[in-house]
């Protein structure tokens, strides 16, 4: 592990705050801001340009991605959100060996009732799912994946496709990942699953939630405790408008009630370029975030900690506005990742 890089740099939007000319401090957990009394007398390293947390695909599938191929992209860091726990670590190293400094962080396997979603279906090889007979089942195979390094806790609450993790075996889960200090995130799909999941203490939904409009007293609830994952293009990509309407319209409640959205495509499921998605950043404009609220929701800074690697830009970007046109601008002008080992650092 290499000691921080501290270097003075032209701007960097940190903590939500764009900054001048301002001393950082790069390292292993995040850009910090050094401030004034406590920076080094003479700072002999200058980075040109701006920096800012990566951008971050909070809902990918790895093993369905085309994450190995070495082409540019503007994704920082990924959360996979639901694989089997053998596999993942050389899809990691792929993926991370096609993109120098990548930050990838995973859930592991989904945990499900016995026959539950989606173990059922073709896409998830044997493993994807933790199918828990009761409480103790689901507690030893929570620890079991924050042993293994696991950012989240992924739970299944699809009330249309088979059995579901009863009350206590939810209890269970959400206790265990607290007590590991991890966030629980949840897929739930069906009529009752977004309040169900509330209820049971559960931080962040995969989904902004498609299959049922809910209530605005319940959306306030939400919005007071939860996180919520976008994937809103994942409804056009399966030609299905008024899945699309629903979850846009929830998710447009649910931001405008003060709730934290988060970028997510479900990157594996019909989208495979490892990228940013154009049709995800207009779709969450549509649900009215625009500006400094789709920036934060690129960034994710409130869903995960900070991690090795910062989005580098071109001196051109100065505030949320102008880095949003960039990400948005010719795929050459697009801002990149960058691990903090591999800065040339100038002479300030
Ligand atoms: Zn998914």
Redesign the pocket.
Known sequence: MRPPIVARVDRARIAGRWVADAVVELGEAGMRLVPGDEAPPRIRSRIHGTLLPPITDA?V?LGLADAALAAPTTLGRVLD??WAPAALPALVEAATAAHRGLDVRFAGPFHAAIGGYPSDRAWAPPGAVAELAGASDAVRSVRAQARAGASVIKVSLNAEAGPVPDAAMLAAIVDEAHAHGLLLVAHAQGPGAAERALAAGVDVL?HAPWTERLSDELIGEAAASQTWISTLAMHERDGDPAALERATDNLARFAAAGGAVAYGT?LG?GLTRFDLDDSEVAALRRAGLDGTALVDALLAEHLLPPGPTVTSCTAAVHDDESLLAALLGPPRHRPRPLPHTTFDLEDA
């Open positions: 809902h599938h959100l639901g995969a479900d499921n």
